[in-house]
């Protein structure tokens, strides 16, 4: 007796090195990118004919009403506050003293007064940041 063969399946794909090259690409990307924490108001810095941008550890804004904002905190004693605890946390574990001082990023609206600026930099003196500078758009 001839039996008639079963009709062949194709075999099935397997998927699972093409989901192993997904998780790969997601966990280096994830690596890769800098997160950076949200701004705490829209600032319009200054223009300036200087091209390069300061980075630093700690970047304070500075509003057109001389509020300042620092991560999640606002108001200046907030904002104060929470910068001389970031900086008191970073100096544990990091050698802060003399040229290792951290440096501070301010973003400043090009609308404060020059007064606001002038009365804000003793007090970042008083909290350890010696080397302030200032964010500029290019013009």
Known sequence: MR???APRRAPSENMVPMINVVFLLLIFFLM??????????????PEAAETEQPVGEFTLYLSPEAELGFRDALGEEAALAALEAERAAFCAAEDCEGE???????RA??????TELAKL???LGALGFSDV???TATN
Not at 100 to 106: E, F, M, Q, V, W
């Open 100 to 106: 290792a001082a951290p440096p501070l990023t301010l």
């Open 32 to 45: 890769t990118a800098q997160i950076a924490p949200p701004e705490p108001f829209e600032v319009t810095p």
């Open 109 to 114: 609206d090009q609308g404060v007064p020059a």
């Open 3 to 5: 039996f008639t063969e």
């Open 121 to 123: 930099l003793p007090k």
């Open 133 to 135: 500078e200032l964010v």
